[in-house]
């Protein structure tokens, strides 16, 4: 998975700015290259790719179950991510058939259209973060 500054609702269009928190998700069968950090600053003039997320298991079931968890604990905070979008995909009975093809992503436009729906514990790490960069921590 390709982890974009981007925003998906909007056309997928650069979404530049300060990653005011970022956490990567671990456990077997999941890896993480990326360059990003807490801190960061995505300039407007950049590769979007963030982080690149590779997931691995024994079989197909393995694989969506791992991706999902690493989707789910991955953290960008401070700019729009392609992060949502790609949770939509891993929910759509075509992907999840393992019956797609390269055209998958412009049949289906309807998968831009989702609401962000973080867990409690999320928005709380964001708003101290936010919080803390602001008072200079």
Not at 99 to 123: I, Q, S, W
């Amino acid at each position: 998975f390709r982890i974009n500054a981007e925003d998906p609702k909007n056309d997928f269009l650069p979404s530049f700015g300060r990653i005011t928190r970022y956490f990567a998700p671990g456990g077997p069968g999941v890896r993480t290259d990326g360059a990003i950090y807490t801190g960061y600053d995505i300039p407007p003039y950049y590769d979007s790719m963030c982080v690149k997320l590779t997931v691995w298991a024994r079989d197909w079931d393995g694989v969506l179950r791992r991706a999902r968890r690493a989707l789910r604990d991955i953290g960008v905070f401070g700019v729009r991510t392609t992060i949502p979008y790609h949770l939509r995909i891993l929910d759509d009975p075509e992907f999840r058939s393992g019956r797609f093809d390269t055209g998958f992503v412009e049949r289906h436009p309807e998968l831009a259209d989702y609401a962000e729906n973080r867990p409690r514990r999320e928005v709380a790490a964001a708003i101290a973060a936010a919080l803390a960069a602001q008072a200079g921590l």
